[in-house]
């Protein structure tokens, strides 16, 4: 029996891949040592494609662990290295979708601050531009949508900081839906937070061509109130 696709695929071709990510699977290897996604989709290409050989697969950009959402793989090295420019120079527009506790004072907005990471807790913090560790960190928020007891929020990350979008909105008093780390009142059962990667907007590293791919949301939690 052939194996499943660990994630559904929302486009490929022979440069890129790219998936719908579930809450709970991680992008990349980490210290809890669960099989990472970008090992379970060569895992998954190897018997599909009948390759004989390694399977390239790198990783371009992460989500963490309770974020679902569009990620993109690179299949080549020559992709890889496109894409990491291209990422470099903020050419790589990602949108995402957050369902929220409060309302922002203001409908839309752009917000600048700095974030500090504590390794030791993993959690960033807002902080002053002069503290040690300080990073800047910018994105672009606006309300598209409301339920009895949450916003939907539509973010535009300028910038790829540890937990950002998560942390700046939370400074803003408006944590995401089941993030209990940055301040939400309860958990989901399975772990996972209502923040999703909606959208990746690029030009193709090698064909030139403009993509626009779309993540559907998950059909649970809160998400079919919006959806």
């Not at 499943?4 to 490929?12: F, H, Q, T, V, W």
């Not at 409908?107 to 002053?128: A, D, F, I």
């Amino acid at each position: 029996m052939m194996m499943r696709e660990p994630a559904p695929i929302l486009y490929e071709d022979n440069h890129l891949l790219v998936a719908n990510k579930l809450p709970g699977q991680i992008v990349q290897g980490d210290k809890t040592g669960d099989i990472p996604l970008s090992e379970l989709f060569k895992a998954f290409i190897k018997e599909r494609d009948a390759k004989p050989g390694n399977v390239f697969l790198g990783v371009v950009h992460r989500l963490d662990r309770p974020v679902s959402g569009a990620v993109l793989f690179a299949k080549t090295g020559k992709a890889l290295a496109r894409l990491n420019a291209m990422l470099r120079d903020r050419e790589l527009r990602k949108t995402y979708w957050a369902v929220c506790r409060n309302e922002p004072a203001e409908p839309q907005g752009h917000l600048v601050q700095y974030l500090r990471k504590n390794e030791s807790n993993n959690k960033s913090y807002v902080c002053q531009s002069g503290q040690a560790g300080a990073r800047k960190a910018e994105l672009y928020y606006k309300v598209i949508g409301h339920s009895e007891r949450y916003t939907l929020m539509e973010v535009e990350l300028c910038t790829g900081r540890h937990h950002q979008i998560r942390a700046q909105l939370s400074a803003m008093g408006c944590p995401i839906q089941g993030d209990l780390k940055y301040g939400d009142k309860r958990s989901n059962p399975d772990g996972s937070i209502s923040l999703h990667a909606r959208y990746l907007q690029l030009i193709h590293p090698v064909r030139k061509t403009e993509l626009r791919i779309e993540a559907p949301v998950p059909q649970s939690g809160v998400w079919p109130h919006f959806c």
